[in-house]
T-cell receptor, first 116, second 114 residues
Framework: AQKVTQAQTEISVVEKEDVTLDCVYETRDTTYYLFWYKQPPSGELVFLIRRNSFDEQNEISGRYSWNFQKSTSSFNFTITASQVVDSAVYFC?????????????FGDGTTLTVKP | ETGVTQSPTHLIKTRGQQVTLRCSSQSGHNTVSWYQQALGQGPQFIFQYYREEENGRGNFPPRFSGLQFPNYSSELNVNALELDDSALYLCASSPDRWLLYGYTFGSGTRLTVV
């Protein structure tokens, strides 16, 4: 069974601080996909990144970076020099290719508050 | 048409009633999934449709059913509503089954069962 754990329920930082959101996953499949989504106060989830299980390269996109480590089943998300607009709930999700790639299992999210 | 549009945005129903929630996806988005999101939790997968056929189902009872139409619209139907069905219902679509670009989500329908 697939499972995603986001142990940090809430994080509060001051603007310009760096912050890392943790995500740990469980799966028996060898081919799987990991995602991060952002849910701002408006409510609509916004896709940030997709990673497949064969690609362990870290990725950087502007102030965002992702660290994928299969050895620890983790897919962590770092925001560098955080801004107030980064305040949102962030979800990590997992899909398994063998069962149904379209069925994403989500963690319970981490609420990030960035204070000015 | 861009994005995913859901209607209505809010709905109040009485226990035992039936409800239909609607979703309009982008042209070309053949995959659509419905999720239930309780307050303070992550979205829970209800089911997925691909080219108008159900392609996977989560741990939801049969009173949750759906339809996908050729015009990229879809419906979620819930019969015999229970108080625990109160939640935000999210429609999500993708142009492919492998979610190469993740899902595009709608803003959701907030259902309250009283």
């Amino acid at each position: 069974a697939q499972k995603v754990t986001q142990a940090q329920t809430e994080i509060s930082v001051v603007e310009k601080e760096d912050v890392t959101l943790d995500c740990v996953y469980e799966t028996r499949d060898t081919t799987y996909y990991l995602f991060w989504y952002k849910q701002p106060p408006s409510g609509e989830l916004v896709f940030l990144i997709r990673r497949n299980s064969f690609d362990e390269q870290n990725e950087i996109s502007g102030r965002y970076s992702w660290n994928f480590q299969k050895s620890t089943s983790s897919f962590n998300f770092t925001i560098t020099a955080s801004q107030v607009v980064d305040s949102a709930v962030y979800f990590c999700a997992l899909s398994e290719a063998r069962t149904n790639a379209g069925k994403s299992t989500f963690g319970d999210g981490t609420t990030l508050t960035v204070k000015p | 048409e861009t994005g995913v549009t859901q209607s209505p945005t809010h709905l109040i129903k009485t226990r035992g009633q039936q409800v239909t929630l609607r979703c309009s996806s982008q042209s070309g988005h053949n995959t659509v999934s419905w999720y239930q999101q309780a307050l303070g939790q992550g979205p829970q997968f209800i089911f997925q449709y691909y080219r108008e056929e159900e392609n996977g189902r989560g741990n939801f009872p049969p009173r949750f059913s759906g339809l996908q139409f050729p015009n990229y619209s879809s419906e979620l139907n819930v019969n015999a509503l229970e108080l625990d069905d109160s939640a935000l219902y999210l429609c999500a679509s993708s142009p492919d089954r492998w979610l190469l670009y993740g899902y595009t989500f709608g803003s959701g329908t907030r259902l309250t069962v009283v």
